[in-house]
């Protein structure tokens, strides 16, 4: 059964710094893998999608990359800003559609 | 394009009765997915539909059940409510490419059940 783990649980930055957020899963056999953000009581925003055969994928100020072999991805986002501020889900994309998600990084940049 | 819209947003019912929640897809895409949000378990699968055909089934009891129409539309309904069922239920759709190629899967803002 896969499982996805998200490290760290929380972070709280100050405007301008650059920031890593961690995702691991336990079986390296996926069709994709997925960054979200989602903000509060609101549904998910679909920020990054990596797929099994790629290393990496950016978008202006998100690049993340994904290593199958050791079950890791790593989501950078660059030069923060307070309208980051949000949780960050990463989910594994597995046959039929199904995502496995981990349990979000809450993301707190103060201004 | 217009995005994944969910109906109704909220909702609240007694236990033991029964709830459909429905979605519909951007245009275009032919799969649909529910979720379960919960603060306690996070976000969980709960079933995909693809061209009319249930594809995939997460570990939900019977009491959930979801379906799809022709033009790609679906709904979800969860019977004989309990209190624990009290969750955003989100559903999400997708292009979906040819085999070993998927394509991004888009949320809707979801519906949020409250079950008393």
């Known amino acids: 059964k896969q499982e996805v783990t998200q490290i760290p649980a929380a972070l709280s930055v100050p405007e301008g710094e650059n920031l890593v957020l961690n995702c691991s899963f336990t079986?390296?056999?996926?069709?994709?893998l997925q960054w979200f953000r989602q903000d509060p009581g609101k549904g998910l925003t679909s920020l990054l999608l990596i797929q099994s055969s790629q290393r990496e994928q950016t978008s202006g100020r998100l690049n993340a990359s994904l290593d199958k072999s050791s079950g890791r991805s790593t989501l950078y986002i660059a030069a923060s800003q307070p309208g980051d501020s949000a949780t960050y889900l990463c989910?594994?994309?597995?046959?039929?559609?199904?995502?496995?998600f981990g349990a979000g990084t809450i993301l707190r940049v103060k201004s | 394009k217009a995005g994944v819209t969910q109906t109704p947003r909220y909702l609240i019912k007694t236990r033991g009765q029964q709830v459909t929640l429905s979605c519909s897809p951007i245009?275009?895409?032919?799969?649909v997915s529910w979720y379960q949000q919960t603060p306690g378990q996070g976000l969980q699968f709960l079933f995909e539909?693809?061209?009319?055909?249930?594809?995939n089934k997460g570990n939900f009891p019977g009491r959930f059940s979801g379906r799809q129409f022709s033009n790609s539309r679906s709904e979800m309904n969860v019977s004989t409510l309990e209190l624990g069922d009290s969750a955003l239920y989100l559903c999400?759709?997708?292009?979906?490419?040819?085999?070993?190629?998927?394509?991004?899967?888009?949320f809707g803002p979801g519906t949020r059940l409250t079950v008393l």
């Open positions: 989910a594994v994309g597995e046959y039929g559609n199904k995502l496995v």
């Open positions: 079986d390296s056999a996926i069709y994709n």
């Open positions: 539909y693809f061209s009319e055909t249930q594809r």
């Open positions: 245009s275009g895409h032919r799969s």
């Open positions: 999400a759709s997708s292009a979906l490419r040819g085999q070993g190629r998927t394509d991004t899967q888009y």
